[in-house]
């Protein structure tokens, strides 16, 4: 089934109808910050006076956490696109904390994540940013250890049971080459942060709590983060784009989704769910993406995929560069007898940046 019936072509007077909805609301904005902290904290503190009463509710309040750190986590996204704030200097600063409380450095994942708006669904850039994403012409032309190496990645057990954990917990801790002296600096503060409250909370409960409870929160968060990031460019029929024909506007608003999600997790998610909207427009603030959504007829074109379609999207693990639609790996078997009529596109294998 199509999940882009309409063709949207975005056009000046698109991006115009989107225009009032770019700008941030001061009191909008503080009043998430408080809605989020609030819970943040409790749950955390909840969980260690829990701990010697009751492990099972204390570790339900760190799955509470690990929750609302996701959202955490899309405020500073906001504040990433300068989006969170009119104040440059403010949305610096709230972005830094807000992801560092989440393990995140935010200038290194600010990089990456630009990266991934200005070349989304493009083939040439395929994984850049994102998940590493290879075409099916160029599967078919790797030896069979780096298939057998795609392979395990795209599996879901690695990509989400290991990926989420991977990414925030260890790669984020080092400073890849190339890094600025931002970047770096970021880093290691995100470090030093944790290295402290960690150090700290050992001292004062009993540490095998910390770890219980700091593991778990930090596993929910990072795996529901990452399938979130996943799921909204990873479904049947979503755009891609090759060379001249790659269009930026069609790549956000038919290669991004419009998740249907319940009300208890588009909180969560901040509405990032609208990501159609966000990436048409990353300046419009999380608060405002629904109402810019409903407000706009191009956008509220787009038909919302389910979560049971976004499930079905996790079998999509191929370009196939002849469509220009992702397929699975079923479609090796059935493309073999075809011959290869252009080079496969070269792409670098790129962890994810989310």
């Known amino acids: ?21 770019r700008k941030p609301i001061m009191r909008r904005s503080v009043i ?13 503190v909840l969980a260690y006076v829990l701990w ?19 959202r955490l986590f899309v405020l500073g996204h906001d504040a990433g696109h300068s989006a969170f704030f009119t104040s440059r200097k403010a949305n610096e600063t709230f972005g830094f904390w807000a992801h560092a409380l989440v393990y995140t450095p935010f200038s290194l994942w600010r990089h990456g994540h630009a990266l991934h708006h200005a070349h989304s669904a493009d083939v040439a850039w395929a994984g850049v940013g994102y998940f590493w ?59 030093l942060l944790w290295a402290a409250l960690v150090g700290g909370l050992c001292l004062l409960v009993d540490p ?60 969560v998610s901040a509405n990032i769910g609208y ?11 999380n608060y405002r993406l629904a109402e810019c959504h409903a407000a706009v007829p191009q956008l509220a074109a787009v038909e919302p995929l389910t ?23 079923d479609a090796v078997r059935q493309n073999e007898a075809s011959p290869i009529v252009a080079p496969a596109v070269v792409a670098a294998p790129v962890p994810p940046v989310a």
């Open 208 to 267: 095998w709590a910390v770890l219980a409870i700091q593991l778990t929160s930090a596993y929910v968060a990072m795996t529901l983060g990452l399938w979130l990031f996943y799921a909204q460019h990873h479904y049947e029929d979503a755009y891609w784009g090759q060379g001249a024909e790659w269009n930026y506007d069609r790549s956000a608003i038919e290669g991004s989704s419009y998740l249907d999600l319940p009300a208890w997790l588009h909180w």
């Open 1 to 21: 089934m199509s999940l882009r019936p309409v063709e949207v072509q975005a056009s000046k007077s698109l991006h115009a109808a989107i225009a009032p909805f």
């Open 133 to 191: 994403t290879m075409t099916l012409q160029q599967y078919r032309q790797s030896p069979w250890w780096t298939r057998l190496g795609y392979r395990a990645y795209r599996h879901p057990i690695v990509l989400f049971g290991i990926g989420g954990f991977w990414l925030f917990a260890v790669q984020y801790r080092i400073t890849p080459p190339g890094s600025t002296w931002e970047m770096r600096r970021h880093v290691w503060g995100t470090n």
């Open 32 to 44: 998430q910050i408080v809605n989020t902290v609030v819970p943040l904290v409790a749950s955390w």
């Open 52 to 70: 010697p009463i009751s492990i099972a509710a204390s570790l339900a309040c760190a799955v509470v956490l690990g929750l609302v750190s996701v």
């Open 275 to 285: 990501h159609h909207v966000h990436h048409i427009s990353p300046k419009v603030p």
């Open 307 to 329: 979560v049971r379609q976004a499930v079905r999207g996790m079998t999509l693990t191929l370009v196939d560069t002849d469509t220009l639609r992702l397929v699975g790996f």
